[in-house]
């Protein structure tokens, strides 16, 4: 099983700063299947990246993924006040497994 | 638009069975292969398994071979996820998603999720 590991566990910030999520998995992702969620609280997760770094529908251009092999990176370049979430990483590669997650707190 | 609607929360006691069901609409609902993922209470995310919703498919994760079975009635465009011997580490509330790939993805595990049922919570309480 492919065991990702999201760093850090909590990023506190302010809006308009620039959020960096690394996403470390512990065997290469084929292809770089990839994806990444946003989840608020009370709410399901929604997509915002797959494979690796293309954005779902209607995500805006704020949210970017890069990254391949084992390692990948979510970037919020400019964080607005409703990014302020928990985000996790997914593989899809090899059966399904989730990374921890990491909560982007209002410092 | 697609929607997932997942039936509402559960009590059960430890040993006993539940059945949550998630009813899509918004798509050719023959199409597309549903997960089931869940989320223990201030924890992340868990997949469980997948299903071709005609249920001529299904592939479940390790962990809950044995104990989880997922169906589907195509004349209500429903699935269903039953998880039987429930303990209390089975609290949780539990999703349904929608596998983004129009067809058979070329993995039994399927691919990432582009839409989310609101999820059911399953409490497991003596």
């Known amino acids: 099983e492919i065991v990702l590991t999201q760093s850090p566990g909590t990023l506190s910030l302010s809006p308009g700063e620039r959020a960096t999520l690394s996403c470390r998995a512990s065997?290469?992702?084929?292809?770089?299947?990839l994806a990444w969620y946003q989840q608020k609280p009370g709410q399901a997760p929604r997509l915002l990246i797959y494979a690796a770094s293309s954005r779902a529908t209607g995500i805006p251009d704020r949210f970017s993924g890069s990254g391949s092999g084992t390692d990948f990176t979510l970037t919020i370049s400019r964080l607005e006040p409703e990014d302020f979430a928990v985000y996790y990483c997914?593989?899809?590669?090899?059966?399904?497994?989730f990374g921890q997650g990491t909560k982007v707190e209002i410092k | 638009q697609v929607q997932l609607l997942q039936s509402g929360a559960e009590v059960k006691k430890p040993g006993a069975s539940v059945k949550v069901s998630c009813k899509a609409s918004?798509?050719?609902?023959?199409?597309?292969?549903i997960h089931w993922v869940r989320q223990a209470p201030g924890q992340g995310l868990e997949w469980m398994g997948i299903?071709?919703?005609?249920?001529?498919?299904?592939t479940y994760a390790q962990k809950f071979r044995g104990r989880v079975t997922m169906t589907g009635d195509t004349s209500t465009s429903t699935v269903y996820m039953e998880l039987t011997s429930l303990r209390s580490e089975d609290t949780a509330v539990y999703y349904c998603?929608?596998?983004?790939?129009?067809?058979?993805?070329?993995?039994?595990?399927?691919?990432?999720?582009?839409?989310w049922g609101q999820g059911t919570l399953v409490t497991v309480s003596s």
């Open positions: 997914q593989q899809y590669g090899s059966s399904q497994t």
């Open positions: 299903i071709h919703p005609s249920g001529s498919t299904t």
């Open positions: 065997q290469s992702v084929s292809s770089s299947y």
């Open positions: 918004g798509y050719t609902f023959t199409n597309y292969y």
């Open positions: 998603a929608r596998d983004s790939t129009n067809g058979y993805s070329g993995y039994e595990w399927g691919s990432y999720f582009d839409s």
